[in-house]
T-cell receptor, first 113, second 111 residues
Framework: EPEVTQTPSHQVTQMGQEVILRCVPI?????FYWYRQILGQKVEFLVS????????KSEIFDDQFSVERPDGSNFTLKIRSTKLEDSAMYFC???????????FGNGTRLTVT | QKEVEQNSGPLSVPEGAIASLNCTYS??????FFWYRQYSGKSPELIMF????GDKEDGRFTAQLNKASQYVSLLIRDSQPSDSATYLC???????????FGQGTTLQVKP
């Protein structure tokens, strides 16, 4: 069964550094998402992406964040200057069409020191 | 009012019992509802979805939806220790197509 894949599984970085989290959505999916989950808290929406552009972003998704779909398969989340509070699990998700369920990747655990 | 409300629990049931998980949501325009299971440190895993009022059964799981009451629930029959996890209720936003997650209900099934 096709799945969403994320790399790396764990990323440790120093405060102020840039990180890129990578995702390969399921191949025939059209909608792409990034969510994050701070330890012990709920899964929070960051951004959605459709037709090669951002369709919605949350208040969390400020100027330090950006997303790209550089080719037909990858979907990346860049955090330009990481802060301690960016430490969280970051989940990529994709879905095929309207009303269909989101399928999540295994996540990247980001630790900012 | 929170967009999605769930009792955080923990909800503790004995093995073999029925576990009942509840969720209310604020967006009256939501048409699709999803239940995800999340084990500690893992990603959400889809277990059920429901679009129409009433019940939908899939194996040991039954989802129930009442749009007039803005209420959705999940029943797990014959609960097993492996069902111990956090269950996330997630309506699909009517305007934006994003999933909005509740805090989740932690279920503990005791052998």
């Amino acid at each position: 069964e096709p799945e969403v894949t994320q790399t790396p599984s764990h990323q440790v970085t120093q405060m102020g550094q840039e990180v890129i989290l990578r995702c390969v959505p399921i191949s025939n999916h059209l909608y792409f998402y990034w969510y994050r989950q701070i330890l012990g808290q709920k899964v929070e929406f960051l951004v959605s992406f459709y037709n090669n552009e951002i369709s919605e972003k949350s208040e969390i998704f400020d100027d330090q964040f950006s997303v790209e779909r550089p080719d037909g398969s990858n979907f990346t989340l860049k955090i330009r200057s990481t802060k301690l509070e960016d430490s969280a699990m970051y989940f990529c998700a994709s879905r095929r069409a309207d009303n269909s369920p989101l399928h999540f990747g295994n996540g990247t655990r980001l630790t900012v020191t | 009012q929170k967009e999605v409300e769930q009792n955080s629990g923990p909800l503790s049931v004995p093995e073999g019992a029925i576990a009942s998980l509840n969720c209310t949501y604020s967006d009256r325009g939501s048409q699709s509802f999803f239940w995800y299971r999340q084990y500690s440190g893992k990603s959400p895993e889809l277990i059920m979805f429901i679009y129409s009022n009433g019940d939908k059964e899939d194996g040991r799981f039954t989802a129930q939806l009442n749009k007039a009451s803005q209420y959705v629930s999940l029943l797990i029959r014959d609960s097993q220790p492996s069902d111990s996890a956090t269950y996330l209720c997630a309506p699909l936003s009517s305007n934006t197509g994003k999933l909005i997650f509740g805090q989740g209900t932690t279920l503990q099934v005791k052998p």
